[in-house]
């Protein structure tokens, strides 16, 4: 069966503005076809200069997300069989910097994790790290948000993104709660950088980070718990009840 992708181009040394192309692609039997196989066919067969961004195939690294007919997924996840019959657009994820074509500059991501100190700072020297059970309310609580694969989907379905580009952005927001969560982290550092003028506080709730995320995890909920969490401090430092009240 012919299926046929409209495909944003772009390439910022040569051209002046962006555009769309039309791609023709006969998939044969399209029930296990993904959308990352109709881009290998298009490069391969029909177009060599096509840009987009892959790697493990499996789901697993992130790398070719795309925003596929006005929704970000994962290019090797999505199965064409689920688009319908209509024409599938394809286009770059938004709000971060194109390089060209589908393929967009992942270095804005990581100056958004960079922003929070993305890595594990212990509270106290240890030899060996203090062991949290898997069955702990604590590990039940940041479990499934630690899986993040860092695709920016939810950076891309962001609308304060747009408004905002200094917005630490829901992918960053996630990370700094897994670890804000951990009570073995010494989080007060990062607490009050995700409480800046472009925190949490400019996240409006609107669960589009939820909706899209290939990996079901709903950056938003993390957002409320450092909402929560960074209330209640304030709420210790006014101290207006006895010591243990206040929670």
Same mark, same amino acid.
């Given at each position: 069966?012919?299926?046929?992708?409209?495909?944003?181009?772009?390439?910022? !040394?040569?051209?002046?503005?962006?555009?769309?192309?039309?791609?023709?692609?006969?998939?044969?039997?399209?029930?296990?076809?993904?959308?990352?196989?109709?881009?290998?066919?298009?490069?391969?067969?029909?177009?060599?200069?096509?840009?987009?961004?892959? =790697?493990?195939?499996? %789901?697993?690294?992130? #790398?070719? $997300?795309?925003?596929?007919?006005?929704?970000?997924?994962? $290019?090797?996840?999505?199965?064409?069989?689920?688009?319908? =019959? !209509?024409?599938?657009?394809?286009?770059?994820?938004?709000?971060?910097?194109?390089?060209?074509?589908? /393929?967009?500059?992942?270095?804005?991501?990581?100056?958004?994790?960079?922003?929070?100190? &993305?890595?594990?700072?212990?509270?106290?020297? %240890?030899?060996?790290?203090?062991?949290?059970?898997? /069955?702990?309310?604590?590990?039940?609580?940041?479990?499934?948000?630690?899986?993040?694969? $860092?695709?920016?989907?939810?950076? =891309?379905?962001? /609308?304060?993104?747009?408004?905002?580009?200094?917005?630490? !952005?829901?992918?960053?927001?996630?990370? %700094?709660?897994?670890?804000?969560?951990? #009570?073995?982290?010494?989080?007060?550092?990062?607490?009050?950088?995700?409480?800046?003028?472009?925190?949490?506080?400019?996240?409006?709730?609107?669960?589009?980070?939820?909706?899209?995320? &290939?990996?079901?995890?709903?950056? /938003?909920?993390?957002?409320?718990?450092?909402?929560?969490?960074?209330?209640?401090? $304030?709420?210790?430092?006014?101290?207006?009840?006895?010591?243990?009240?206040?929670?």
């Amino acid at each position: 069966m012919i299926y046929t992708f409209k495909i944003f181009r772009f390439d910022p !040394g040569r051209d002046l503005q962006p555009y769309e192309q039309e791609f023709p692609v006969d998939l044969g039997d399209a029930e296990k076809s993904t959308v990352l196989d109709a881009l290998f066919k298009i490069q391969q067969i029909q177009d060599k200069t096509l840009s987009f961004r892959y =790697s493990c195939r499996l %789901a697993m690294c992130g #790398s070719c $997300a795309l925003v596929i007919n006005g929704k970000e997924g994962l $290019a090797c996840k999505t199965l064409i069989k689920d688009l319908g =019959s !209509g024409p599938i657009a394809l286009k770059p994820l938004s709000h971060i910097p194109i390089l060209k074509d589908l /393929t967009v500059d992942l270095k804005f991501l990581v100056s958004r994790f960079k922003k929070v100190d &993305p890595y594990f700072v212990p509270k106290t020297q %240890a030899l060996e790290p203090a062991k949290i059970k898997p /069955t702990s309310k604590e590990r039940e609580m940041i479990g499934l948000n630690t899986e993040c694969i $860092a695709c920016g989907s939810c950076v =891309s379905a962001c /609308t304060m993104m747009h408004w905002d580009p200094n917005y630490l !952005g829901p992918m960053g927001l996630n990370r %700094a709660f897994c670890l804000i969560a951990d #009570s073995r982290d010494l989080a007060g550092k990062r607490l009050e950088q995700v409480a800046g003028e472009n925190g949490i506080y400019r996240c409006h709730m609107e669960f589009n980070c939820t909706d899209v995320c &290939p990996k079901h995890i709903s950056p /938003t909920r993390g957002i409320h718990y450092l909402k929560r969490k960074i209330f209640w401090q $304030a709420v210790r430092n006014l101290n207006p009840w006895p010591k243990g009240k206040a929670e």
